[in-house]
C-alpha cells in the first residue's frame, strides 16, 4: 500500500469514549501532521512530529493526545470529546527538511462526537 | 504571523471555459513556496501547483497556471479547458522556507463546481 492511509475513515463516539485515530505513511518521510478541518475553516494544524519528536503543538486541548512510535506511524487519541470537536481529522506528511517538497495528506477520519 | 485569503467561497465554471480562483498572503518573510491544493468530494486532498517565491516565472501544470505578484502578494489559479473532474474545493497554501519542517497555512477555501 503506498502513500497515506488513516483509519478508521468514520467514527461515532460518545462524550464520555476514549477512541484512537491512526495514520501510517508509506513514503519514507521523517515529519508527520494532525490537522482539523471542519466546515467553512481553514484546515487548522494541531500537531507536528519531526522524526518522531513533536516539534509543534498549536495550543490545542488535552482532550486529544498524540502518539508518534515511530517515523511511519502517528496516532490520535481522544478523550472526552466535545460535540464541537465533530470535524474531519487530516494526517499528512513530508520529508523533515525544507525545500520544495510538500504534504502528502491521508484521506482523513470523519469524526461525529454526540 | 502569516496568513492566507481567499475572497470567493464559491465559484462556477461551464465546461471547456477558463476559471480564475484569487488567493492573497500576508507575510514579512521573502523566501517561502505557494501552493494550490485540491479536494474532491470525499476524496484525498492532493497537491495541484506549486510556486517557489524566488522564482519570477509563473508555474504552469497541464491546465493549471498560477499568476504570481509577489510585490501584490497575490496567488490565482487559472484552470483552462475546465473538466467535470475538476469540481472541488481548492486551498491556497503558504509555506514558510525558514523552518526544517513543512508548517503550511492553509487559506479557508473555494468551492469550484464544473457545469456540464
Known amino acids: 500500500e503506498t502513500g497515506v492511509t488513516q483509519t478508521p475513515r468514520h467514527l461515532v463516539m460518545g462524550m464520555t469514549n476514549k477512541k484512537s485515530l491512526k495514520c501510517e505513511q508509506h513514503l519514507g518521510h521523517n515529519a508527520m501532521y494532525w490537522y482539523k478541518q471542519s466546515a467553512k475553516k481553514p484546515l487548522e494544524l494541531m500537531f507536528v512530529y519531526s522524526l518522531e519528536e513533536r516539534v509543534e503543538n498549536n495550543s490545542v486541548p488535552s482532550r486529544f493526545s498524540p502518539e508518534c512510535p515511530n517515523s511511519s506511524h502517528l496516532f490520535l487519541h481522544l478523550h472526552t470529546l466535545q460535540p464541537e470537536d465533530s470535524a474531519l481529522y487530516l494526517c499528512?506528511?513530508?520529508?523533515?527538511?525544507?525545500?520544495?517538497?510538500?504534504?502528502?495528506f491521508g484521506p482523513g477520519t470523519r469524526l461525529l462526537v454526540l | 504571523a502569516q496568513t492566507v485569503t481567499q475572497s470567493q467561497p464559491e465559484m462556477s465554471v461551464q465546461e471547456a471555459e477558463t476559471v480564475t480562483l484569487s488567493c492573497t498572503y500576508d507575510t514579512s518573510e521573502s523566501d517561502y513556496y505557494l501552493f494550490w491544493y485540491k479536494q474532491p468530494p470525499s476524496r484525498q486532498m492532493i497537491l495541484v501547483i506549486r510556486q517557489e517565491a524566488y522564482k519570477q516565472q509563473n508555474a504552469t501544470e497541464n491546465r493549471f497556471s498560477v499568476n504570481f505578484q509577489k510585490a501584490a502578494k497575490s496567488f490565482s489559479l487559472k484552470i483552462s479547458d475546465s473538466q467535470l473532474g475538476d469540481a472541488a474545493m481548492y486551498f491556497c497554501a503558504y509555506r514558510s522556507a525558514e523552518t526544517s519542517y513543512d508548517k503550511v497555512i492553509f487559506g479557508p477555501g473555494t468551492s469550484l463546481s464544473v457545469i456540464p
Open positions: 499528512a506528511s513530508s520529508p523533515t527538511s525544507g525545500g520544495r517538497e510538500t504534504q502528502y
